[in-house]
């Protein structure tokens, strides 16, 4: 009981809650939204467990980009599973309860651990209303549905605050982070854990990226940036390496970072842009407004100092729903095949703005004379937001050679199209949402070993309230 009241308390205050005073007013709406249910038309269906040809600007219909790997894609059935693992108890004042943020593979981490084949570590972010970071250790998977069958990561380092200070989740509205380790090469001369923290609510220039060093304890934190130019609704929530040569392509960008935010605040799929902040100072300043940075997707139209993204169902994914949530991501390679990877909660039939239990609160319910608003729900329906009849937890495939034509202006950033879906509900220990534990996602981040091509997934809330990582083999 104490520990639903904790979250009852907390999402009483985090979750955008209107309130009947004189009049109603109403919360996380875009400025362009358009009222009323939605429902995807057949040409928009998301693809299952399959691949389709090229899109348009795919190297079937040009040149690589110089200086890349081969575009030969990587298909869903090159992806083998391997099992899953549990997450160990708390540390350091934090656990890995309601986690699922930033997730990224550090191939030095624990040395001294077993040799069963899967070596290094994983740096994640635990806890959501704590979002401190912890290292630990990859065991070997095991195929069971049995969560006692699985093995169990030890703590290698402690959960600590990555920013050291920098940035208080406790001071905003559902935090959100990002987490990718990038080795030493060129003007970053030592290995790095690079970070982006964002929030439901933000402002145009809301500072969020930063990074530090690998020792948790003493993380020597810089930052916090803003991607000049671009709202905080594109860019400050998965996060992950642009693995050589695709980063050569991009003139030495090597890190990729976006966000796709419920509702088209972010346009309509998820956003993705190529970075590169020691072109901008060695550290750039806390507070800099970083230039070296290349849209790769972008799902509409970001006009100058606008917070929310212009967008129209022309510059829409194919499937969109306004309560899609893509949590993860990663640049996935295999000997000359590659990938661009988003890893998220999907949208099922019908969408509708209002309530989990169906009842749809028209956005301009308030504005009208008498106001026309519906009762609000009782609980756990009481949440308003984007909603959905049903969700699928999904890996969705990009062409990498599509993304690197939208940095060098040659193709529309809304024009990139996943070629492939591969639905991982069958996976998952419980493929479900859960109002009454406040389970909106299934999945949450990913991290990438390239040298093996190992993908770690996280299953949110699925071992009571700790996730569970599941990990793929991408074949050489």
């Given at each position: 009981?104490?520990?639903?009241?904790?979250?009852w308390v907390?999402?009483?205050l985090?979750?955008?809650v209107?309130?009947?005073?004189?009049?109603?007013?109403?919360?996380?709406?875009?400025?362009?939204?358009?009222?009323?249910?939605?429902?995807?038309?057949p040409?928009?269906a998301?693809?299952?467990?399959q691949s389709?040809p090229?899109a348009?600007g795919?190297?079937?219909?040009?040149?690589?980009p110089?200086?890349?790997?081969?575009?030969?894609?990587i298909?869903?059935e090159?992806?083998?599973?391997?099992?899953a693992?549990?997450?160990?108890?708390g540390?350091?004042g934090?656990?890995?309860?309601y986690?699922?943020h930033?997730?990224?593979?550090?191939p030095?981490?624990d040395?001294?651990?077993?040799?069963?084949?899967?070596?290094?570590?994983l740096f994640g972010?635990?806890?959501d209303?704590?979002?401190?970071?912890?290292e630990?250790?990859?065991?070997?998977?095991?195929?069971?549905?049995?969560?006692?069958?699985?093995n169990?990561?030890?703590?290698?380092?402690p959960f600590?605050?990555?920013?050291?200070g920098?940035?208080?989740?406790?001071?905003?509205?559902?935090p959100?982070g990002g987490?990718?380790y990038?080795?030493?090469a060129?003007?970053?001369?030592s290995?790095?854990l690079?970070?982006?923290?964002?929030?439901h609510?933000?402002?145009?220039?809301?500072?969020?990226?930063?990074w530090s060093?690998?020792d948790?304890?003493?993380?020597?934190?810089?930052?916090?940036w803003v991607?000049?130019?671009?709202?905080?609704?594109?860019?400050n929530?998965?996060l992950f390496?642009i693995?050589?040569?695709?980063?050569a392509?991009l003139?030495?960008?090597r890190l990729?970072?976006?966000r796709?935010?419920?509702?088209?605040?972010?346009?309509?799929g998820?956003?993705l842009?190529?970075?590169?902040p020691?072109q901008?100072?060695?550290?750039?300043?806390?507070?800099?407004?970083?230039a070296?940075?290349?849209?790769l997707?972008?799902?509409?139209v970001?006009?100058?100092?606008?917070?929310?993204?212009?967008?129209?169902?022309?510059?829409?994914v194919?499937?969109?729903g306004?309560?899609d949530?893509?949590?993860?991501?990663?640049?996935l390679?295999?000997?000359?095949?590659?990938?661009?990877?988003?890893?998220?909660?999907k949208?099922?039939?019908?969408?509708w703005y209002?309530?989990?239990n169906g009842?749809?609160?028209?956005?301009d319910?308030a504005e009208?004379?008498?106001?026309?608003?519906?009762?609000?729900p009782?609980?756990?329906?009481?949440?308003?937001?984007?909603?959905?009849?049903g969700y699928?937890?999904?890996?969705i495939f990009?062409?990498?050679?599509?993304?690197?034509?939208?940095?060098?202006?040659?193709?529309?950033?809304w024009?990139?199209?996943?070629?492939?879906?591969?639905?991982?509900?069958?996976?998952?220990?419980d493929p479900?949402?859960h109002?009454?534990?406040y389970?909106?996602?299934l999945?949450g981040?990913?991290?990438?070993?390239?040298?093996?091509?190992?993908?770690?997934?996280v299953?949110r809330?699925?071992?009571?309230?700790?996730?569970?990582?599941?990990?793929?083999?991408?074949?050489?």
């Amino acid at each position: 009981m104490i520990h639903q009241t904790k979250f009852w308390v907390r999402t009483m205050l985090l979750v955008c809650v209107c309130v009947v005073i004189a009049g109603l007013s109403a919360c996380n709406l875009p400025a362009s939204a358009a009222a009323g249910p939605q429902q995807a038309t057949p040409a928009q269906a998301p693809l299952q467990e399959q691949s389709a040809p090229p899109a348009s600007g795919s190297p079937a219909e040009a040149e690589p980009p110089p200086q890349a790997v081969s575009a030969d894609l990587i298909q869903p059935e090159d992806l083998e599973y391997l099992g899953a693992f549990r997450l160990p108890e708390g540390s350091g004042g934090s656990n890995w309860e309601y986690s699922g943020h930033g997730l990224t593979y550090y191939p030095q981490g624990d040395p001294n651990g077993a040799d069963d084949g899967f070596p290094g570590s994983l740096f994640g972010f635990g806890h959501d209303q704590h979002l401190l970071v912890s290292e630990i250790s990859i065991p070997a998977p095991v195929l069971s549905k049995n969560l006692d069958d699985l093995n169990t990561a030890e703590t290698l380092q402690p959960f600590q605050d990555i920013s050291g200070g920098l940035f208080d989740p406790q001071s905003v509205d559902i935090p959100r982070g990002g987490l990718a380790y990038l080795p030493p090469a060129g003007e970053q001369d030592s290995p790095r854990l690079h970070f982006a923290f964002g929030w439901h609510f933000q402002e145009f220039g809301d500072a969020s990226h930063g990074w530090s060093a690998l020792d948790l304890a003493n993380p020597q934190a810089a930052g916090l940036w803003v991607f000049d130019g671009y709202t905080p609704y594109v860019t400050n929530d998965y996060l992950f390496e642009i693995p050589d040569p695709w980063a050569a392509a991009l003139d030495g960008y090597r890190l990729a970072s976006g966000r796709a935010r419920e509702g088209p605040w972010s346009g309509r799929g998820p956003a993705l842009f190529a970075y590169a902040p020691w072109q901008d100072g060695n550290p750039p300043a806390g507070g800099a407004s970083l230039a070296a940075v290349k849209p790769l997707l972008l799902y509409g139209v970001q006009e100058p100092g606008n917070v929310e993204i212009v967008s129209d169902e022309s510059q829409a994914v194919n499937g969109y729903g306004d309560s899609d949530h893509w949590w993860g991501g990663a640049w996935l390679t295999a000997g000359e095949k590659a990938a661009v990877v988003f890893v998220g909660t999907k949208a099922m039939g019908e969408s509708w703005y209002g309530f989990a239990n169906g009842v749809v609160w028209p956005y301009d319910c308030a504005e009208q004379d008498p106001p026309t608003c519906p009762e609000v729900p009782e609980w756990p329906y009481d949440n308003r937001g984007y909603w959905a009849e049903g969700y699928q937890a999904q890996i969705i495939f990009y062409n990498p050679a599509d993304l690197v034509a939208v940095a060098r202006g040659e193709m529309e950033s809304w024009k990139p199209q996943p070629y492939a879906t591969l639905v991982l509900d069958d996976y998952l220990f419980d493929p479900n949402i859960h109002l009454e534990d406040y389970k909106r996602d299934l999945v949450g981040a990913a991290a990438f070993d390239r040298e093996r091509g190992y993908l770690y997934v996280v299953e949110r809330l699925a071992d009571e309230y700790k996730s569970v990582i599941h990990v793929f083999r991408v074949r050489p």
